[in-house]
């Protein structure tokens, strides 16, 4: 069973063009992550799907059925936005159940649905509290509420995490993921963040300037990226990149390696000038230098190098992704 | 904290021009005021004398609630006003969410034919304007009043309003449309709430010009049952003789009116702004 087709679509805001033939498929219960930098479509994507957009061309199939001019409320989905989005005049109980007054469902359902999705997300103390008397996490697990009371289809998420702080983002981002297995719904979620990409999705779509550029588990995207672009986008430190001459290569390819792949060794046959050390205790990222091309090398455990120091490293061959000067995978 | 700030002489030069700017400001009030509870002769011999028991007379107010219907007058006025104020906001905020919230051809060039009222005085379509209250047969109504004040009071009204609705929140308004709030719900019950300053000082913008004016009320309605207020008083202002005790009285009693909708609006004004700061 699918829980989302896309068919072709695009979008375009008068002559700037959006979205570019998208054709994403989703399954029932899959945890789906749209990823991208700013502006690549991901966030109107979403909108598209939930309705808060008209697709300019193409299909959009939520289950079996074409929804493409089914409004919002109908489509079976619940939305979670990254300002939360809570009716300021209302209080958590009453944000909460405005969606099943709407759609008419009785009082015992309404009741019913609120104190379960309330003891889902420990809430069951702040149901008269109205959410300007909330923190900012709070606030966000009543918006995730307001989604599981309605019991989509289909949950959507619109960076749900980029206004809480670190420690606050790790622990809803966990709550997210047990969210899922307990619900086992099909979720949608947009981020830039490709640490909340790995960490959450079944399946990842990677998005740029409109475009789908590769659709994939995480660890399918990380050690088989099709292109240059997606192999740079996901892992941190970011993948380095050189030119094939450096490394005693033919041709105009480019080298992609990881940080974590590069070992250096005294006999190593690449030196490199070490510009910068960032410690993190657990492992230590070395920004170095050749001829002009970063190169950022990662130890585990502590180190001794320093900034200035001369580094000779080994760059293995089974390690190397090749790309051409167009950014294909060769 | 601030130093500027806590300097004993800039905050006594501070103090000192805005006294000043209070005095100026009180000063004609407060004339008006005091000489309405004198005797006539006691107006004329020391203007600025505060009334005492030898000059002390009501005789302007017996006046004004005996000549002239004094109270119909005062509905009249207060009709128009909230009337007026009421078709403004309504109109205003409904224009400004469309302007901002829906993209459609030719919504800059609407806002701006919009706004381009605010350039144009009203009076001079004066004539006009009568012509087609006489072809309407609205001559000698309220309504006429106070269609033309509501169309004297929606330009800047909706430039006003559109800018705070483009400060609302979408995704507020997107998280209304999935849990199935029609545009007017979406309308009425989020965005209204959340643009109440804007409305309020909008409200204090329009209601004072409109209940002062004198000008539409001579010419659209003159009739004895639709006379507002400023137009009623002019009865005491003669060619030849001014009855200034019943004049002074009649704009004594029509501060109030003002004064109360004002509280009223300001109160909004400050709870608005202190409900924003703690969303």
Avoid at chain 1, 125 to 141: I, K
Avoid at chain 1, 221 to 227: A, D, E, G, I
Avoid at chain 2, 19 to 48: E, G, M, W
Avoid at chain 2, 214 to 221: D, E, G, K, N, R
């Amino acid at each position: 069973m699918t829980a989302l087709t896309l068919t072709n679509v695009n979008k375009s805001f008068g002559p700037v063009h959006v979205l570019k033939d998208i054709n994403i498929e989703i399954n029932d219960g899959e945890f789906v992550v749209f990823v991208g930098p700013s502006g690549c479509g991901k966030s109107t994507l979403l909108r598209v799907i939930a309705g808060l957009e008209d697709a300019s061309s193409g299909d959009v199939h939520i289950g079996e059925d074409l929804v493409n001019t089914t409004p919002p409320s109908k489509r079976g989905i619940a939305m979670v936005f990254q300002s939360y989005a809570l009716y300021p005049h209302l209080n958590v109980r009453k944000n909460m159940s405005l969606a099943l007054k709407q759609e008419k469902k009785s009082k015992d359902v309404i009741e019913e649905r609120v104190s379960e999705a309330s003891r889902m997300l420990d809430l069951s103390d702040y149901l008269d509290r109205y959410p300007s008397e909330l923190s900012g996490g709070q606030r966000q697990r009543v918006a995730i509420g307001r989604a599981i009371v309605r019991h989509p289809k289909l949950f959507l998420f619109d960076e749900p995490l980029s206004n809480l702080d670190a420690a606050l983002r790790m622990n809803t981002r966990i709550e997210i993921a047990n969210l899922h297995s307990a619900l086992s719904a099909s979720m949608i979620y947009v981020t830039h963040d490709q640490t909340e990409a790995m960490t959450l999705a079944d399946k990842i779509v990677v998005l740029r300037d409109g475009r789908v550029e590769q659709v994939g588990s995480p660890m399918e995207l990380y050690n088989n990226p099709t292109n240059q672009f997606v192999a740079g986008f996901l892992g941190s430190p970011a993948m380095n990149f050189l030119r094939g001459e450096l490394l005693g290569e033919q041709g105009d390819h480019t080298i992609g390696i990881r940080p974590e792949d590069l070992i250096v060794v005294p006999n190593g046959h690449l030196a490199v000038q070490v510009r910068h050390v960032e410690e993190l205790g657990g492992e230590t990222n070395v920004v170095a230098e050749v001829s002009g091309t970063p190169v950022t090398i990662r130890l585990f455990g502590q180190s001794e190098i320093r900034p200035g120091d001369t580094l000779h490293i080994d760059v293995p061959q089974e390690r190397r992704y090749r790309f051409s000067t167009t950014g294909e995978r060769l | 904290m601030n130093k500027a700030r806590s300097n004993p002489l800039n905050t006594a030069a501070m103090h000192v021009a805005l006294i000043t700017y209070t005095l100026i400001a009180l000063f004609p009030v407060f004339v008006i005021l005091i000489n309405s509870f004198k005797s006539r002769k006691a107006i004329f011999r020391d203007p600025l004398a505060l009334p005492n028991s030898e000059s002390f007379s009501l005789i302007g107010y017996q006046t004004v609630l005996k000549q002239g219907d004094f109270f119909l007058y005062f509905q009249n006025s207060f009709l128009v006003t909230v009337g007026s104020l009421f078709f403004i906001l309504l109109f205003g905020a409904m224009a400004a969410f469309a302007l901002s919230e829906y993209r459609f051809k030719g919504n800059t060039l609407m806002g701006l034919y919009l706004a381009l009222g605010i350039m144009i005085p009203i009076r001079i379509g004066t004539v006009a304007i009568l012509d087609m209250m006489v072809a309407t047969g609205l001559v000698n109504t309220l309504w006429a009043l106070i269609l033309v004040y509501t169309a004297q009071g929606l330009p800047l009204a909706v430039f006003i309003l559109s800018e705070f609705m483009r400060g609302v929140s979408d995704d507020l308004k997107n998280a209304g449309r999935i849990d199935g709030l029609s545009e007017y719900a979406i309308f009425f019950k989020l965005a209204l709430p959340l643009v109440r300053p804007a409305m309020a000082t909008v409200a204090v913008f329009n209601m004072i010009p409109i209940w002062n004016d004198l000008w539409f009320p001579l010419i659209l309605a003159p009739a004895e049952e639709t006379k507002t207020l400023t137009l009623g008083s002019q009865v005491f202002i003669g060619q030849f003789v001014t009855n200034w005790n019943a004049v002074l009285s009649a704009l004594s009693m029509a501060i109030i009116p003002v004064l109360v909708l004002y509280v009223i609006f300001s109160r909004q004004l400050i709870r608005g702004i202190t409900s924003g700061a703690v969303k």
